[in-house]
């Protein structure tokens, strides 16, 4: 069996049984079939064994139920079941195109690695507000581009909602460490340190759903700014200029009613920065989805990503200090 199987795709879900039939119905369509899919339920009160059961005679699939432990546990859960060569992770919210296994399969076959990740996008069906969101996560006006550009390919770390590892880095790196909160970055460190090669592989985006409205947004971006610094913790120099951003972007924006007291023609000057940025994300947002929706929901998007992406960065540099 482990020889017939080539990718073990691993899901781990939370209360989210409308997203894995999503999920599952993309990968009934992909045109290399040389895969498994094991779905990780992480304790959830709303399970998804149901829809698992409809797919049983499409895919390749086992479904597992374990107690709490957060997403990087139930991938190291999954990854021990699996049978695969390679480990592929992806989030339940997110939608695959049909040849994505074909385009990762082409890669390892010309030119093998032991690890690789690829970008999101969102989808045409998607919401204009998920649509706005996906296109300011992978914007490099709001990203730098880290999330899957060549412009930093040789420093990519894969995210978990588009990531596939050698079953031998697996077994070095002994998986996920952390439990929550920049999990899927910290892994990536250590790959690269332990010398293992990861490439970027544009191509191989998958749809990334996002939250369903911008207030779950913020929580999200939220998380993911405090797991940044978690990381930077564990590995001395891995928060760069680019992770700082956003927090610069709050303590401007926290710095207004000072400046209109102190200076209002810094004031003034600061407030026309701030708003030919946002009008810079609307224009650029517009030019990549072709909808003037998208482009308008896509300056409240950017703005919840990094005020949210700020505050849990300085939260959480702050928090040892708090006693």
């Not at 959830?44 to 139920?65: E, G, N, W």
């Not at 209002?264 to 600061?270: D, E």
Request: hydrophobic share 45%; charged share 20%.
């Amino acid at each position: 069996m482990r020889a017939a199987i080539t990718f073990s795709v691993i899901v781990p879900v939370y209360n989210r049984p409308d997203e894995i039939r999503e999920l599952l119905e993309s990968l009934v369509q992909q045109t290399f079939t040389a895969f498994e899919v094991l779905v990780v339920e992480d304790g959830s009160p709303v399970r998804c064994d149901t829809v698992v059961d409809a797919y049983r005679d499409k895919l390749h699939i086992q479904y597992f139920y374990k107690p709490n432990s957060g997403p990087g546990p139930s991938r190291n859960f999954g990854s021990e079941k699996a049978a695969g060569n390679y480990l592929v992770y992806f989030d339940s919210d997110c939608l695959i195109p049909p040849d994505y296994f074909q385009i990762v399969y082409n890669v390892l076959q010309k030119e093998g690695t032991d690890a690789w990740g690829g970008p999101d996008r969102g989808h045409a069906d998607f919401s204009p507000v998920q649509q706005a969101m996906a296109y300011t996560m992978a914007s490099v006006l709001t990203t730098g581009g880290i999330r899957g550009s060549k412009r930093v390919a040789e420093k990519f770390q894969p995210r978990s909602f588009n990531m596939g590892i050698s079953r031998k880095v697996f077994e070095t790196t002994g998986g996920f460490r952390f439990d929550r909160l920049a999990e899927d970055i910290e892994l990536s460190v250590r790959i690269r340190k332990a010398g293992f090669r990861i490439v970027l592989i544009e191509e191989a985006y998958v749809f990334h759903k996002r939250r369903t409205s911008l207030k779950q947004f913020y929580g999200q971006v939220m998380g993911f700014g405090r797991g940044r610094v978690r990381v930077g913790r564990a590995h001395p120099g891995e928060v760069k200029m680019v992770h700082w951003f956003p927090a610069a972007f709050v303590v401007g924006l926290a710095s207004l009613p000072v400046l209109l007291v102190v200076s209002p023609v810094l004031f003034k000057l600061t407030i026309s920065l701030y708003l030919a940025y946002l009008a810079a994300i609307a224009a650029d947002a517009w030019l990549t989805t072709k909808s003037v929706t998208v482009a308008l929901l896509s300056v409240p998007s950017a703005l919840v990503q990094l005020i949210g992406y700020g505050i849990g960065f300085l939260r959480e540099i702050i928090k040892p200090y708090m006693g």
